[in-house]
């Protein structure tokens, strides 16, 4: 399919493809098997100035869009999850920093995460509050001219490995959601520890973290945005984030098709290779087509997002079920095809299926996802329909 | 610091397949490539540079106008510039006429050191490197593995050989030929491919170099090829098996009966 990428855009996904390629692929299965977190990979990103694609050129960055966002992290995905966590949830972590921070804050860290000397976390998900978010339990509270941190932030992505943190914590509880605020925390503030790196099931590589906040006392400056937008910040920067875990469920399925037909078509039984049967050719069509399909509608949710309209909940929550939910799909469906080697670790698609399945619950699983689509679906009949 | 990094484009000789007929090399359809030990001349290069703070990496070649795509990849990873020796008056320059050509140009340039890769994967001579080295009258050192200080007037190199490595310093200026162990070469970058996307390529002549004519090209290459053969694959190999002490008594009465 032509999807008429710019030079720029089809340097970047060639440039990510060959560091996947030579880079990620040889050593991705020793990451996964010993939990070793990326950062000879982080250090190739940034050397190839792949860590500041969403950062714009007055920080440092290459300003390159969110489509060629997309395509890097497509392209990471093919070879290995794990990675593309690490890559986007540094993303993630910029983004409240980009959309609410003050010149300042602007100056003081978008340049060294631009060249990838340093990397971000986003933390908002603590032991009760996931899908809902307003049950958040952290507090800020306003002590001269410092707030004051505590409580505790669970499974935070780059946790440990990050240096920088955007944290959302609530400054007023009374308010609810509206009394939640956005702060940068940098590593090293005393009171702000971390618990053991999580044993996952997939994406091992990975850094998951706890975040313990007991009496941290951060400078007042280090609000984004005012008090009570804790929130607001945290739903825009999902709404922006979540495209890229659609990208990465495209890539991962997209890597293991490559897998998939690769073997069949080496694999011999009763005399011919086993992609001339046609029970293979249907999965191997369907898993192309849900990849197409996929790769179509993050792409066209990424220029969606670049042409500057306000409001693009639904379209990138619609990215990211969709793909993600094409990525657990085609995964599952290659580990079968490639049957009992496809079971075993020397073949890279077991990882793919254990990685795909955290694309499906993160950054809003894929069930609250679609109360987003619905609702969304209610307000725009409400509006007088589109 | 001045660098100049000498640079091959050749055949992926993985991907090329020989003519068994006329054993010849079937070059159609196969991809150019860098030559993959040029890749760590570069780097080495591109580390001295970084290392020091300033100066130049100019990339040259000899070759087709088409080579200029080796010279633009370069440029990717870092390089400031390319310059491209190119006329059908070089066409079937053995390593003598090249030498000669390279040398010439390179003596426009008067850089403090030179890097080529030890030798280029289609022709396997090694010869290139310390060729150019005589004509310019400068010293060479040949597989340099590591790089072990730098300094305006000397520079210190382990150069690897079969039983071990030897430690060399040498004064500027001189020319280096690397080898794998000598690095790992980086990728490129994307401000990198920007810049080679819009780099001008200079491009240079017989006629900008002071060379008599019947110097040049194939009249200016001694070298013939009388013969282009496959060699004998050497004899068969034996394994050995059972306890330590039955395969020692049991090479031992082998290497006995061949006495």
């Known amino acids: 399919m032509d999807y008429q990428l710019t030079e720029e855009q089809v340097m970047i996904r060639d440039l990510a493809r060959q560091i996947a390629r030579e880079r990620v692929v040889p050593v991705r299965a020793e990451m996964d098997e010993n939990g070793i977190f990326p950062w000879d990979i982080v250090k190739v990103l940034a050397e190839s100035d792949l860590m500041g694609l969403h950062i714009p050129q007055e920080y440092g960055g290459m300003a390159s869009g969110a489509l060629a966002h997309m395509l890097a992290i497509e392209e990471l995905s093919k070879a290995c999850l794990g990675v593309s966590t690490t890559y986007a949830a540094n993303a993630l972590g910029t983004f409240p920093l980009l959309f609410f921070g003050s010149e300042d804050a602007k100056q003081k860290y978008l340049p060294d995460i631009a060249a990838g000397k340093r990397l971000v976390a986003f933390a908002l998900t603590e032991a009760n509050a996931g899908s809902d978010a307003s049950g958040i339990q952290t507090t800020a509270k306003l002590d001269g001219n410092e707030y004051v941190l505590n409580g505790t932030k669970q499974w935070i992505t780059n946790g440990g490995e990050a240096e920088i943190y955007t944290v959302i914590a609530m400054t007023d509880k009374s308010r609810g959601a509206r009394g939640a605020s956005a702060f940068v925390v940098e590593k090293g503030t005393p009171g702000f520890t971390f618990g053991k790196k999580e044993d996952k099931m997939g994406i091992r590589c990975s850094a998951t973290r706890e975040l313990v906040f007991e009496n941290c006392r951060i400078p007042k400056d280090n609000l984004l945005g005012r008090e009570g937008m804790g929130f607001l910040v945290a739903m825009k920067t999902l709404d922006h984030s979540r495209c890229g875990v659609g990208s990465q469920g495209l890539g991962v399925a997209a890597g293991a098709l490559d897998e998939a037909v690769k073997f069949a078509r080496e694999r011999v039984q009763f005399g011919h290779p086993i992609i001339g049967f046609q029970a293979i050719q249907h999965m191997l069509a369907d898993m192309a087509t849900a990849v197409e399909a996929a790769r179509a509608l993050v792409y066209s949710v990424a220029r969606t997002m670049e042409s500057g309209v306000k409001d693009f909940s639904k379209v990138s929550a619609m990215a990211k079920v969709f793909a993600t939910d094409v990525g657990m799909r085609v995964t599952t469906d290659a580990v079968q095809i490639l049957g009992g080697s496809g079971y075993m670790k020397e073949y890279p698609v077991e990882k793919m299926m254990r990685d795909a399945k955290i694309l499906q619950i993160f950054e809003g699983t894929n069930q609250i996802l679609r109360n987003v689509i619905g609702q969304e679906l209610n307000k725009e009949a409400a509006r007088g329909g589109n | ?150 300094s305006a007037a000397a520079i210190r190199v382990e150069r690897l050989m079969d039983d071990g490595y030897d430690v060399v310093e040498t004064s500027l200026p001189v020319l280096f030929t690397a080898v794998k162990e000598l690095n790992t070469p980086r990728l490129p970058s994307l401000r990198g491919k920007m810049a080679a996307k819009k780099a001008v390529i200079k491009k240079m002549t017989a006629a900008d170099l002071a060379i008599p004519e019947g110097e040049l090209g194939l009249s200016g290459s001694p070298t013939q090829v009388n013969r282009v053969f496959t060699p004998e694959a050497r004899g068969g190999r034996k394994t050995l098996s059972g306890s330590l002490d039955e395969q020692v008594s049991a090479l031992a009465s082998e290497l006995l009966a061949m006495r």
């Open chain 2, 1 to 150: 610091m001045k660098i100049v990094v000498c640079v091959k484009q050749v055949p992926d000789t993985a991907e090329v397949k020989l003519d068994r007929e006329k054993n010849t090399l079937i070059r159609d359809g196969v991809p150019s490539i860098i030559n993959p030990y040029d890749r760590h001349a570069i780097e080495a290069a591109l580390s001295i540079k970084e290392q020091a703070g300033g100066g130049t990496v100019t990339a040259i070649s000899m070759g087709p106008p088409q080579a200029e795509a080796a010279l633009r990849e370069a440029i990717e990873l870092g390089v400031d510039e390319g310059v491209l020796l190119t006329d059908r008056a070089f066409a079937g320059s053995d390593t003598l006429a090249t030498s000669r050509a390279l040398a010439a140009m390179i003596s426009t340039i008067s850089p403090d050191v030179i890097f080529c890769g030890k030798q280029a994967i289609d022709g396997d001579t090694a010869q290139v490197g310390p060729e150019v080295a005589e004509f310019l009258g400068i010293p060479h050192v040949a597989y340099v593995r590591k790089i072990v200080a730098v």
